[in-house]
């Protein structure tokens, strides 16, 4: 993976500010912890470092919702069935303010303060990648909800899991879709966090392996808030497509430039964003016809005891929201699904017990896909569909017989919009 001296002084400052929180931790369970493990008076506590500000508040608000629907549903059936006796849920939510170092800070604060000893991850790899070194040092699982980098799964972790893929194998399905349509060269542009450098390298791979002529690529600063200079570097190449992996602020932010600028293109697909329904929101028309990798959607094939099928999941969330969901959501929602299934299976919320059943799912069916728990704790076998951007909504465009929905490839220049 490529890393830019930024990137570099970014991951040693996180580096030693884990290293002085943990320096700190203790590993002492606080008074109120019962012999059933994490749980009293009947609740199961689950704690939840997530971003309600900052520049992932966007992305943290549609976790905390997935993870809220899933607690709303169990609380409403009586709650987890542990050995016969039913536990009401409480996820206990911490604004981590889209900080890396508040992530792993409000984990210890979690662990220590508040006596929980199962948690489901902030979002964003970096957030999780610091949380989850927290949660490994006191041995209590963490399940991923919001970043699928491989860097937080090879580090010889015991207590991580994860609902997400890698993020590398975001965009295959992407470039399957734009080869139909006739697409050769593609610009790629990425944020130096770990999701997106990740999510880029695998990209450009399978371009390259796929006959696509990669004619630009290059990184940015996270949460930067002008990318002129990359756009007139891309509009001298001219290439078919642009696909951009970031988040929603960078997402949005290239669509407007690239409209002032004027740089056209037969296709736009980015990893974040399209699926979220404030994007086409904020960009109204412009937002028509844009591409964007899911890991999700309501047309999927696939149901489970709690959700039902993928299209009762987003009729719940909405009348629970007022919003169809994206993908974040659902993620969430199927993480914390796990956490129930492992707590459940466990026949406690013993952390270590909980850990092992996590460890034990092996291939599991829910709303939001087939897939296999692997050893280190990410997944594999889950099967990712494509959406596009049409009157503001997200509509699943592939694999298969969704492609029959796809509009406008090759995209109209700006102008004529």
């Known amino acids: 993976m490529r890393k830019s001296k930024k990137g570099m002084a970014w991951f040693f400052v996180l580096a030693m500010s884990l290293a002085l929180i943990l320096s700190g931790c203790g590993s002492s369970t606080t008074a109120g912890q019962t012999a059933a493990g994490n749980s009293a008076a009947g ?5 939840a470092p997530d971003a309600a500000t900052g520049s992932l508040a966007n992305e943290g608000k549609l976790v905390h919702d997935g993870y809220t629907l899933w607690q709303n549903l169990v609380n409403q059936q009586g709650g987890l069935n542990v050995n016969g006796k039913k536990y009401k849920v409480d ?6 303010q889209s900080n890396p170092t508040n992530s792993a800070s409000l984990t210890e604060q979690l662990y220590t303060q508040d006596g929980i000893r199962l948690f489901l991850s902030p979002y964003a790899s970096p957030n999780i990648f610091s949380a989850t070194t927290v949660a490994e040092r006191h041995k209590v699982p963490m399940i991923a909800a919001g970043g699928g980098a491989k860097s937080i799964f090879t580090r010889g972790y015991k207590y991580v899991f994860s609902s997400y893929p890698y993020s590398g194998e975001y965009l295959g399905s992407v470039l399957d879709l734009l080869k139909t349509k006739g697409i050769k060269s593609v610009a790629f542009l990425h944020a130096d966090d770990l999701f997106s450098q990740e999510a ?6 399978y371009a390259k392996s796929h006959g696509f002529d990669v004619v630009y690529s290059a990184q940015y ?34 669509v407007k430039e690239s409209k002032q600028m004027n740089v056209n293109f037969k296709a736009i697909a980015f990893t974040v964003g399209p699926s979220m329904p404030s994007f086409g929101q904020t960009l109204g028309k412009d937002s028509e016809g844009i591409l964007g990798a899911s890991l999700w959607t309501p047309d999927l094939p696939y149901k489970d005891d709690i959700f039902g099928t993928a299209k009762n999941y987003a009729k719940l969330y909405k009348e629970a929201f007022g919003v169809e969901p994206d993908y974040h959501s659902a993620m969430a929602s199927a993480a914390a699904e796990m956490m129930g299934m492992a707590i459940e299976k466990a026949g406690s919320a013993d952390p270590q017990k909980v850990r092992d059943a996590l460890a034990n799912l092996g291939t599991i069916s829910l709303f939001d896909g087939t897939f296999t728990v692997e050893a280190n704790g990410s997944i594999s076998g889950l099967k990712l569909p494509v ?22 490839i090759p995209l109209p220049p700006w102008n004529k919009r």
């Open 221 to 254: 600063p996270s949460n930067t808030t002008d990318l002129t200079s990359q756009l007139t570097q891309i509009a001298q190449k001219k290439p078919d497509a642009l696909i951009g992996t970031g988040h929603f602020q960078e997402a949005v932010l290239l």
């Open 200 to 205: 880029d390298q695998g990209g450009e791979a």
């Open 387 to 408: 959406i596009q951007v049409q009157n503001g909504q997200a509509v699943t465009v592939w694999p298969g017989d969704f492609s029959k929905n796809l509009k406008d």
């Open 43 to 47: 609740t199961i506590k689950i704690g």
């Open 91 to 96: 996820i206990v939510f911490k604004d981590d």
